[in-house]
């Protein structure tokens, strides 16, 4: 709120202070007189005190140093809340996104193909994570971060700030939360990894050159102009905005071309008039625009080939060469007209060498894109409520996805790419994700990261029950693939009808050709009626093969998800001491007898443990007796007991490595020490932990 609504009156000095804002806007940063711009405006002869291009902002060497300090947090698997838990590779994780980022780091270093992110935009009404001040300590953060109801729910009051425009540092408090989150997003993506990030005009210009910090200004490749809806608003009070950004970078030049997939509309003007083998083209003019003057190398005689005729344009020279004319004569690459006869040649363009799609262009239109309202009545039509406001569209995001189609290319690798948005809010990437490979049959994977944030209480969706953001965004990913698997059995009965169907009507066709004359059956004639009845099989046989590949690609994509969570560590964390407190040290000593905390599971520790060692979620994890075998013979966890006979069974499976707890061999150092011989004699990694 300011001054002028919130009751107070201005003192002199805030008149004096709006007076200059509004006579030299120029020197004021974050509301705030900068007062070296305002010297070097007024004429002064001053040196400013950097000096360099840079983009620099209140906090930000404190935003690195958040960046850069570990976590001690850790995910835990809720597999009541998730669908076909130990066989999907579609993962949802509920926390704050800056830890879960800090948790994927190890396991999920560079393996990432596309980031696309929905975050705040900095309305000045947007509440998000940030620190009031970067004095406080890190635990005075991880205690606010972690702020919870009775209930267990993040708090408001607790996790977000709500960044008002009055707020002494507006801009920075922004850049502070942007920052280390794609700092740590950009580690994640693979050489030819590509991010996509949805902003509006509030913070376009701190983002692009933020972005240009993080991933390098040569790695920028488009802000793209989202058409977001095709109607005005007539609230707004000066002009509506009909369009948002979307800026867009590659981790590195190993991205050198992105094509999109050729719609069927622009295949229109594509045909085959003379059964060319190399099928259907169209042609584009022969005539170059430029001057014979400006052009004289292409300025020559060319011949018809079906009239002998020779032709000399009168004022323009032609596309091409002689020596290519030439080519394009012997490959038939020249069309003179229907008839043979036409005054000029055209070129023909075959669409089998535009197979690679087309060049992307940065204005997406509402039509090819979506809109904020598509996006609307997607989520309706699925929960039955108004759920978000204005949610992205999921053709939004399957058109980045598009961009390096998989199918076009045939790209074994890109088929089984992962996307990640770590701003999950509705759902709408993990829908886009599910939705496209159910079309195509690929095996995209998604990591969707959204806190378990409070719904409003006057929302459709508290009011359903939804308790947090996260449980509206789960069960959107539920309803999506009830609603393809659905989507199956129907094709099967509808499959299963027509099947019928064909077979019927070759019961007809047969009936009919008994009281065919013999002389039209041999002559491979049939009446019209049986020609009708043909015709409806036909139509009935392509219809159910169009359904047999439509279900194939469903049976092809990974129908479930796995919902983590992000936690304290199971494991007890090394406090300094300060001063001699004896107790306190008494307690950290016990940390070496038994580093496992009070409240941790075996499971639990099996996937902290699968991070820790740099493994992704998604392993394949096999209980033994008393142990854990990871992805056949990379790792085996030992977390429950330790006997002569469960190390041999372990050395049995030769493993590359093993981690063990400490305290399994408490009162036992001969077997500690056995099995430490034992393991570096077979080759294998022995850790305790």
């Not at 001690?72 to 999907?88: Q, W």
Request: proline share 3%; with cysteine.
């Amino acid at each position: 709120m300011n001054n002028d609504m919130n009751g107070q009156s201005l003192t002199p000095e805030t008149e004096k202070i709006k007076a200059l804002q509004e006579i030299l806007p120029e020197v004021f940063t974050e509301g705030k007189i900068d007062w070296e711009k305002l010297k070097a405006t007024l004429g002064e002869d001053i040196t400013f005190s950097n000096e360099r291009y840079v983009l620099n902002w209140a906090g930000k060497s404190e935003a690195f140093k958040v960046l850069q300090a570990p976590t001690t947090k850790t995910l835990i698997p809720a597999k009541e809340e998730s669908i076909n838990f130990d066989e999907t590779e579609n993962i949802f994780i509920e926390g704050e996104n800056l830890e879960v980022l800090k948790v994927l780091q190890k396991s999920y270093f560079g393996k990432i193909k596309m980031i696309y992110i929905d975050p705040p935009y900095n309305t000045g009404s947007d509440s998000f994570i940030y620190p009031d001040k970067f004095s406080e300590t890190k635990e005075e953060y991880q205690k606010r971060v972690g702020d919870k109801d009775e209930e267990g729910y993040m708090t408001k009051d607790g996790m977000f700030r709500k960044n008002s425009k009055e707020n002494g540092q507006y801009h920075s408090n922004w850049l502070n939360m942007m920052y280390p989150r794609l700092f740590l997003a950009k580690n994640l993506l693979r050489q030819d990894g590509l991010i996509f990030v949805s902003i509006d005009d509030n913070e376009v210009h701190n983002l692009r050159l933020l972005m240009n910090e993080v991933f390098g200004e040569e790695n920028f490749i488009s802000n793209i102009i989202w058409e977001k809806r095709y109607g005005r608003s007539n609230n707004a009070k000066l002009m509506t905005a009909s369009t948002e950004h979307i800026l867009f970078y590659r981790k590195s030049t190993d991205v050198e071309v992105l094509r999109e997939t050729r719609p069927e509309d622009k295949q229109e003007g594509y045909s085959n008039p003379d059964n060319d083998p190399r099928g259907i083209w169209t042609s584009v003019s022969f005539v170059n625009q430029v001057t014979r003057e400006a052009r004289p190398n292409l300025s020559y005689t060319i011949v018809n080939p079906n009239t002998g005729e020779e032709i000399d344009h009168p004022t323009n020279a032609w596309k091409v060469s002689k020596e290519k004319y030439e080519e394009f004569l012997r490959e038939n690459r020249l069309h003179w007209g229907a008839d043979g006869k036409a005054k000029y040649p055209r070129i023909k363009r075959f669409l089998s060498e535009l197979d690679e799609g087309m060049v992307p262009i940065n204005f997406w239109k509402f039509s090819e894109a979506g809109t904020v309202d598509l996006g609307t009545k997607e989520i309706k039509e699925l929960m039955e409520i108004d759920a978000f406001t204005f949610p992205k569209p999921t053709t939004l995001i399957q058109k980045m996805m598009l961009l390096f189609n998989p199918v076009a290319k045939n790209d074994e690798q890109n088929k089984e790419e992962i996307i990640l948005d770590f701003f999950s809010g509705s759902g709408t990437t993990a829908h886009a994700v599910l939705d496209l490979n159910k079309q195509d049959g690929s095996k995209r994977k998604f990591i969707c990261v959204q806190l378990d944030e409070q719904c409003d209480d006057k929302s459709e969706a508290f009011n359903s029950g939804y308790k947090t953001i996260s449980d509206v965004s789960k069960e959107r990913i539920r309803r999506v693939i009830k609603k393809i698997q659905t989507e199956k059995e129907t094709l099967g009965k509808e499959t299963a009808n027509l099947m019928e169907k064909v077979a019927e009507l070759q019961q007809q066709i047969e009936e009919l050709k008994k009281n065919q004359p013999a002389s039209m059956f041999n002559d491979g004639k049939h009446s019209p009626e049986i020609e009708k009845l043909i015709k409806q099989q036909e139509i009935a046989r392509d219809k159910a093969n169009e359904n047999i590949e439509k279900m194939d690609k469903i049976d092809q994509c990974d129908k479930g998800f796995k919902v983590l969570k992000l936690n304290d560590s199971n494991f007890k964390q090394w406090q300094q001491i300060n001063g001699k407190d004896a107790k306190a040290l008494e307690e950290q000593m016990k940390l070496f007898i038994d580093p496992v905390a009070e409240n941790a599971t075996i499971e639990n520790m099996v996937y902290e443990l699968l991070l820790k060692s740099g493994k992704d979620l998604n392993c394949k994890i096999e209980r033994a007796t008393y142990y854990f075998k990871i992805n056949g013979n990379e790792l085996v966890f030992m977390l429950e007991k330790a006997t002569q006979e469960i190390i041999d069974a372990v050395l049995k499976e030769k493993p590359l490595k093993v981690v063990a707890l400490d305290k399994l061999f408490k009162g036992n150092d001969q077997l500690k020490t056995n099995t430490v011989l034992q393991m570096k004699d077979a080759g294998i990694e022995f850790k305790t932990i």
